[in-house]
């Protein structure tokens, strides 16, 4: 039998004391996570980005050469560690939620479609409800939809709580093929039923009242929260266990002794998953004349291009700098990142989320950054600081954005960019005949979309056609349950989806290598 250590674990947050265990072997990590508690981490328990930040109380902790990198002498000597590099060796005490795990801003603005529309489910009684539920990679929405007349009247948001393994799809892949794929199933399943629960309890609302559980999500979430094996994702030919419409109910699923009706939406494939298809229902693919783009800016990168009679979709590894990931003073969008940036003459000015003490550079600032930057011609259009930044960063709010920075903005842009024009190749068209672009998602919400343009991510012909439309996942799901045709529209949309595979494309390097280039 596996020797036991006990953890006390000291929420900085809420005071909150809890003693749990942990085996030797397994690091402090796990220990968090399986309390249901959150810890900020981007890199997926490398030790790479030095956001897991504990302090130890009481016992003993080993200085890792990660430590080493990520912390400062002093901290060390203060007891400060890494929480997936420290591998205790005896009983200890640490301190959690030390003030650099803030709220993040979660978008919940939806599209219109449907909203007041009556069920017309003959069976659905008044002020019966559906909750509506949109799993990202970084973030939770849960809506509970009054079925009278199709209108939300409640919402929960978190942070998804596997992103403690990793910010992208690929890292909770790699995390459950070695051996958390139970531990990632159960945290997102608990995260929900504590969402699910805030949304009855704050309008004095039964279990029994709500009707049906609709949910979305990209194929690697789903896979997660159903517990299937993640094996066929992360390896070509990337088959994934299922694709389909899934039926289930919560006492199957969460344990919730009502016997609720839950459907979760079909994916496309195995990287353009149903949060994707929900968008397309939500931007009206299904009945589209005229070809359209649609993109959800995230740390996937998907993208679909088409009409109501042909769709090429895609997804693109643009990386997490557009959600403040792999850059040196990025942080999510929570309280104090940096989102707007401009100059006033020659004094660099910025605006924080909440107003509050700059913590950080989020995704819509570092865009603002560098696209102000080039203006002023810091940075030339190869992407090189000049000097004297070159060597030491830029200076914004007591932090320095550096050359490495702006490579990590120029992958994830170039990708995204790469992705429409091989998109609008393939489909046989230019980019000046697209009708209509939507930009999904958070990080799209709060984007300024011409000085986007102006670093390159999305030609200027498109500025006027573009349009953000907030959480199309979440609006999809909701027009699932009030749209008595959704079913068939969702049929008809993944019936003629095509997906590209970019990495195939004989054109792929040579487009991404341009647009590196501002």
Request: aromatic share 6%; glycine share 12%.
């Amino acid at each position: 039998m596996k020797q036991r250590l006990t953890i006390n674990i000291i929420d900085g947050k809420s005071g909150k004391e809890i003693e749990t265990y942990l085996y030797i072997g397994e690091n402090l990590m796990d220990a968090i996570i399986r309390e249901g508690l959150s810890i900020p981490s981007y890199c997926g328990g490398m030790g790479s980005c030095g956001k897991c930040i504990i302090r130890l109380v009481d016992g003993h902790l080993d200085i890792t050469s990660q430590d080493k990198k990520a912390l400062s002498a002093d901290k060390l000597g203060q007891g400060y560690r890494l929480a997936c590099m420290a591998y205790p060796r005896q009983a200890c005490s640490i301190l959690i939620n030390l003030g650099e795990d803030r709220e993040f801003k979660v978008v919940t603005k939806t599209l219109g479609h449907g909203s007041g529309e009556k069920s017309s489910d003959k069976k659905v009684l008044a002020h019966a409800f559906a909750i509506t539920i949109d799993i990202g990679t970084t973030t939770l929405v849960l809506a509970l939809l009054d079925l009278a007349n199709g209108k939300i009247i409640n919402n929960y948001t978190s942070i998804n709580p596997q992103r403690a393994y990793g910010v992208d799809v690929i890292s909770r892949i790699k995390a459950s093929q070695e051996g958390k794929q139970d531990l990632l199933s159960k945290i997102i399943r608990d995260e929900l039923i504590k969402g699910i629960g805030f949304l009855l309890k704050g309008k004095d609302i039964g279990l029994d009242r709500v009707q049906r559980i609709v949910i979305a999500g990209n194929t690697t979430m789903i896979h997660l929260l159903m517990s299937y094996s993640c094996a066929g994702l992360g390896a070509y030919p990337f088959n994934p266990v299922n694709l389909g419409l899934i039926n289930t109910y919560s006492d199957e699923l969460f344990a919730i002794p009502d016997r609720i009706p839950i459907v979760i939406l079909p994916c496309i494939s195995a990287f353009v998953g149903g949060d994707i298809t929900a968008g397309l229902l939500a931007c009206g693919f299904e009945r589209a004349n005229k070809p359209c783009l649609f993109i959800d800016m995230g740390t996937n990168g998907e993208m679909a291009l088409g009409n109501s009679k042909r769709v090429l979709v895609t997804g693109t590894a643009a990386g997490p700098a557009f959600e403040g990931g792999n850059i040196s003073c990025g942080v999510a969008s929570v309280s104090g990142a940096i989102s707007s940036v401009y100059f006033i003459g020659e004094k660099l000015g910025y605006q924080t989320i909440n107003n509050v003490e700059p913590l950080g550079l989020c995704g819509t600032g570092v865009i603002e950054l560098v696209y102000e930057l080039l203006k002023k011609g810091v940075i030339d259009s190869s992407g090189l600081l000049v000097d004297p930044y070159f060597d030491t960063g830029y200076p914004i709010a007591g932090m320095k954005f550096t050359q490495a920075d702006i490579r990590e903005l120029q992958l994830a842009k170039a990708a995204i960019r790469a992705g429409v024009e091989i998109l609008t190749k393939t489909y046989g068209i230019s980019i000046d005949d697209l009708d209509r672009v939507y930009i999904a998602g958070g990080f799209g919400y709060y984007m300024d979309i011409e000085k986007a343009a102006g670093i390159g991510l999305l030609p200027d012909s498109l500025i006027k056609k573009t349009e953000a439309v907030g959480n199309t996942s979440l609006s999809g799901a909701i027009m699932s349950v009030t749209d008595p045709q959704a079913n068939d529209k969702i049929d008809h949309i993944i019936s003629v989806s095509e997906e590209i595979h970019l990495s195939n494309h004989e054109d792929f390097n040579d487009i991404y290598v341009q647009y590196m280039s501002f």
